[in-house]
């Protein structure tokens, strides 16, 4: 009886000591496991590909389009988003800063009447948000078109002044533009008497044999995308 007693106490002391490492086994198992996942999503979540939703943040130029034609002053204009906030949008011209926009439309003015006809310029959009991300647009390369006109001013004779009658007067004009001159036209009463396309720009005019002639002179400068201005000065002879 003692005997019999004892093997099936030890029996079930052995099942209880089994079960309970067989016990201690499986939560150290499910323990090692669940930190291991913890720790893939985790480098996961980090780089952006995990199943949880990444931070995305993206930028892209709206106005104007790339390969367009533009002029005057241009209204540059961008679209942002972010699953966290976008805090700003920085535009640059040829990598150079232009402005920065903070709010909804991201937007700045673009003066392209500095540049010269024809030339090829870059806009890119740089986006940050609450999260300290950055993102980059893609390039937009427009050309600038020069619809400016030229700079002219006819520097002698003056407005209102007399001439002499027979004389020889040299009619001199300034004249500028971004994207060069191409020629100045002289003209004395709606009539052309000279092309120069040199600075400085000039032109000798004959003043006919009579006295208190009116003339009105007029000095017509062409920038080099046809543009023009007329200068006007009125001289009578004596
Ligand atoms: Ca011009």
Redesign the pocket.
Known sequence: MIKSLSISYLLKLAAIIFLTIFTLILINFFIKNSTKADNFNLYTNNLGIGTSEPNVLAVVVTNPTSGSSVSGTVNITAEASSSATVTQVEFYVDSNLLGTSTSVPYSKLWDTTIYP?NSVHTIIANALDSSGNQATSSAVTVTVL?I???AVSITSPINGSTVTKNSTVTITANAS???GIDRVEFYVNNVLICTDTLSSYSCIWKVPPRKNGVYTLQAKGY?T?G?SLTSTVTVTSK
């Open positions: 006809h020069d400016t006109a030229p533009d971004v994207s920038d995308a543009n």
